[in-house]
Each structure stands twice: as C-alpha cells, then as structure tokens.
C-alpha cells in the first residue's frame, strides 16, 4: 500500500490506528534501547541550571547549544555555505505528557508527569536520530498571571523539561512564555528567539562564519501540539481542544502542522525519507546508533496530507478569525460597495475612486461610530476625515460621556462637522448625540430668521444632518485587530468582557423604518478594509499573523 493511503487508513478509517487508541495495545518504541547506551551522550542530556530567563520573566529558555546544534547542521547540495537546521518542534502539555495525578492540570510538581501515549518517548528519539533537533514550545501562564510569578510552578515546568529530556535521552531545548503577552503562542517571536541562538551556535563552530548567510531553521521543520480547534475529543482525554493556538502558530511560522494524534499514532518508519537536495554536516554521537548518515526530511506521505487538509480528515475552526478571512479583506475604499440604509430605501452607494470616500466637507454633519473596540475606528476617522475637518469626540480623551456629550455641543454650535468615536452599541448611547443636532438647530431657528422661512418662524428641518456609520467587523475580526493594535503600539489589550458587553448591548438600526423613526440622514455600514497606509512599521505582517 502507498505511504499516503496507508497513512490515510490509519488515521481516517475506522479500522484504523484512530478507531480506538485507549484500547490497543502498543509495541515497544522501535528505538527503545537507545535509552539503555545514553551514557555515552550524557553530556547532551540537559540539566536544570542551563535554563535561562528573559524579557523580565516573560521567557524561560533552555537554549541550543553548540554541543546540541552542532551535529544536526545540514548543507543545502552545491552551496557549502547555505546551511539549515531542522526542527521537530512540540508542544507539551496534552502533546508530550499529561498529569500523573490524573488531573486536568499538572501539580506544581515536576515529578507529575507521564507520557501522553506509549509512542511519544521513541517517536521522540526516531526525529532526533533523523537529524532534527526537538525544540518543545510550551505556554505556560500560571507562572507569570497579571504582576505576579509563581517561583515554584516555574521551578516545576523547567525541572520537567529535564527530566524528559532524561527519559528520552534526547537533549531537548525549549521556549516557555510565562504571561499573556507578545510572546505567547500563537505569535511567533518564540520560534524567533530560537533561531537567533541557533545561528549563534552554529557560526560559533564554523571558521568561516563570516561567509554565511543565516542559517535556516524553517525549511524542512515541522510543529506537532494539541491546540488545533477540533470540537471532537483528544487522546488526552479532552472533550474538544481548547483552543486553536498551536495550529495558528504553526501557520505564523509557515510549518507543517500535525496533531498529536497524526504524528505519534503514524508507526516511525512512515515520517520521514531521505532527503536528496540536503546533505549532513555534522555527525550524531554514538549512543544513536540508529540514526542514518544521509539527510532525512518529512515524507512526501506526511507532507501530503497537511496539503490536502491541514488536520487530515479533521473539522477544526481557527478561532476568531481564519487565514482565508484576513487574505479576502479588501484593501482600500477605492470603488467598494458600501450598504446605505436612508429613511426610504436601502441601497448600495459605489464609493469613488479617489479620496474623499466618505466626507461631505460643503456640509456640517455629525457622525456617529457604532463598532466593536479595536476595530479601527480611530484610524478610520484619522486617515478619512480628519483632513477634511471633522472634529473628534472621544471618551478615552473626555473620560465620561457627559464631558462627551457636552465637547460635541461646543462644536457642533461652533459650526463644526463632529465625529463620536465611540462603540456606541446600544441606541440610547446615540440619542443624545442627535439630540444635540436637533436642539442647537431650533436655537439658530429662533435667532436666525434666515434658517427658518425668512420671517423668524421655526421650522425644524425633516431630516437631521447626522449619519452613522457601522462598522461591520466580526467578533472574531476586532478582537484580532485588537491585539495587533496591542503588539504593534505597545498597548494594552482591550479585555474580553469588553466585547461581550459591546455584543450584548448591540441595537443596529437596519431598516428604513427604524432610520426614517431616527430623523436621521442615513446609516452607512463600512466593510472591514485591511488598509497600511501610513501605518507603523510591521503592521501589515503582524495583521497577517494569527492571533
């Protein structure tokens, strides 16, 4: 049988590997006795003391080292100073081991550990002996929650590390964030700390290291962890995955993804083949004595099926927002079709194709934002129109919405157009605001006679010169955006609470009844536009990232 389909029988057919993996029996791992001879690479077992902290705690490090990095160096054929190191990168938790106690979540314990499936231990051994280093990358949030830093839940993770990397005989290295931050999965500054200190090990060993190019870790490595988005159980024992975070930071990196499932439940002889366009440079030391002298590299079977689905047969969803959902954004205003609900008639207005899109600069007019936090409404005002003299109201600035309500009756009586920057989900939120509209124009009625019909009568105008403009952002899409505003600007997050509250309250007047009972202009839903004009630097990268 053809590697993909046997591998396709394993994990999708019910007669298959997946039909029943608490029950089956499994045999010994195939590199089982490489255990017993470790004495003879014991220097690369890792001990406690190499762990490092950085970033004030928000990383621990068990670094590369160059006794570890150096026999798994690899050269591209034909550029002797093209080299590449290949990493079979993990998550730990629920991927590698689950609690000994029985728990859902390890004790502050190292010794509360157990491997989560028979295979893991000498699948672990056969991607070392192929020329891969193994790299776990593991969030770890207890330790470092808000201000505070659990001492002892640190010492446990880092002293667990250790000891697998002791029981397998594989000398592991790992990258642990310890606090909701940018360096948590699924961001991918972890995977880049690790290649800042694999190339610094590898140019350490080379006396030409002034000739090299950066040495690539991404090229041939793969990630495998549990945090996939599947609403199924696990072989942990979850009932569905609780998030979808490994697999997101597989897709940031730009690795194969496997579940646990997939890659350790595939017998070892099917995950990797020789590989024709790499060649070794280095030599593992002797205790593996399994481990091939050419290049190996995932096979073209293992390959195949993250290409024809990233999960196998697998449903999963990405979470707040999907690749597919970012990619189809439309990036500008340019000619895009915008929805335009009027007191008489819903419609579909073709905005120009050159700026302004959406300022009326010959008319006084206030605006009202309705949208989710960090959806970029801000932006929106700023890059379209500010410059043509709006004026902003915002309560982050004004800090309650009575200063709110009373800085756009200034302007608005100034003679100012006045945009309301605020979520403004709920209709009691807006009413006040074109209150102010109706309010200060029967006063210029009464003052001016030429406002009404020229002999000092009050004649209060049939619609109110105010529009809203909606913005149609998923749930999932602000949240998202609010994260890069919180990386790219060095903010903090807009909290969660805060979108349910926002959703909660929501009351988004859609129809021409509900505009014609407003006395309103119009409402206006602006679609989502993934626009980086102007935009910090790495804003569009970071956006592109999930989150």
């Known amino acids: 049988m053809a590697p993909y389909r046997e591998l396709h029988r394993l994990h999708c057919e019910p007669s298959g590997y997946m039909a029943d993996t608490r029950k089956r029996q499994r045999s010994p791992s195939p590199l089982a006795s490489t255990v017993a001879v470790a004495a ?44 590449i190191v290949k990493v079979g990168a993990f998550d730990m938790d629920d991927t590698l081991i689950k609690p000994a106690s029985g728990g859902v979540f390890a004790k502050d314990d190292a010794a509360d550990w157990e ?17 891969f280093l193994v790299v776990l990358f593991s969030n770890q949030m207890g330790i470092g929650k808000g201000s505070s830093w659990n001492a002892k839940k640190a010492d446990a993770v880092m002293s667990k590390v250790v000891q697998l990397s002791s029981a397998s005989g594989v000398p592991l290295c790992a990258c642990v964030a310890t606090r909701e931050n940018a360096w948590r999965k699924p961001s991918p500054r972890m995977w880049t700390l690790l290649e800042e200190r694999v190339n610094v090990c590898v140019r350490a060993t080379c006396v030409d290291a002034a000739a090299l190019s950066a040495v ?43 579940t646990p499932e997939h890659f350790f439940l595939t017998p070892a002889e099917l995950l990797f083949q020789t590989d024709d366009l790499c060649s070794r440079r280095g030599t593992l030391p002797s205790w593996t004595q399994s481990s091939p002298s050419s290049s190996m590299r995932l096979s073209d079977a293992m390959l195949d099926l993250t290409r024809t689905s990233p999960a196998s047969c697998e449903e999963f969803s990405w979470g707040d927002v999907s690749p597919a959902e970012l990619q189809q954004l439309p990036r500008q205003y340019a000619e895009l079709s915008v929805r335009v609900i009027t007191p008489t008639a819903v419609s579909t207005a073709v905005l120009p194709a050159a700026p302004p899109f959406f300022a009326r600069p010959t008319v006084q007019e206030m605006i009202l934002f309705v949208g989710y936090p960090g959806c970029g409404k801000s932006s929106f005002f700023f890059r379209h129109l500010r410059p043509y003299g709006y004026h902003r109201v915002n309560r982050d600035t004004a800090q309650t919405r009575a200063k709110c309500l009373k800085e756009a009756e200034g302007l608005w009586a100034g003679g100012h157009s006045v945009v309301v920057d605020n979520t403004n989900p709920a209709a009691a939120d807006r009413q006040g605001y074109i209150d102010i509209v109706q309010r200060v124009s029967l006063v210029m009625q009464k003052t001016d006679p030429a406002v009404g019909d020229g002999e000092g009568a009050v004649a209060t105008p049939s619609l109110l010169p105010v529009r809203i403009f909606v913005f149609m ?17 060095g903010v903090s997050r807009v909290p969660t609470i805060a979108y349910s509250v926002y959703q909660s309250r929501l ?26 004009v102007d935009a910090p630097a790495r804003t569009e990268e970071i956006f592109f990232q999930l989150s």
């Open 115 to 131: 491997w989560v499936h028979p295979n893991v231990c000498g699948h672990l051994q056969h991607v070392h002996a192929r020329g």
């Open 216 to 258: 690539d870790c991404a090229a041939y490595s793969f990630y495998v962890g549990d945090a996939a988005g599947r609403s199924a159980a696990n072989w942990a024992g979850r009932k569905r995955d609780f998030s979808c975070s490994d697999r997101q930071f597989a897709y940031n990196v730009q690795l194969p993804f496997f």
């Open 507 to 532: 009351e988004r007047p859609g129809t021409p009844a509900e505009v014609a009972a407003l006395r309103i202009d119009s409402v206006w839903e602006v679609p989502a536009v993934a626009c980086f």
């Open 473 to 489: 952002h998923s749930r999932g899409l602000a949240s998202h955006m609010n994260r890069v505003r919180a990386q790219v600007q």
């Open 40 to 83: 003879d690479g014991a220097a690369l077992v890792r001990r406690r003391e190499e762990w490092e902290e950085m970033e004030g705690g928000s990383v621990l490090l068990l670094p590369p080292t160059t006794a570890v990095v150096e026999p798994l160096v690899h050269t591209r054929k034909g550029a002797g100073h093209d080299l």
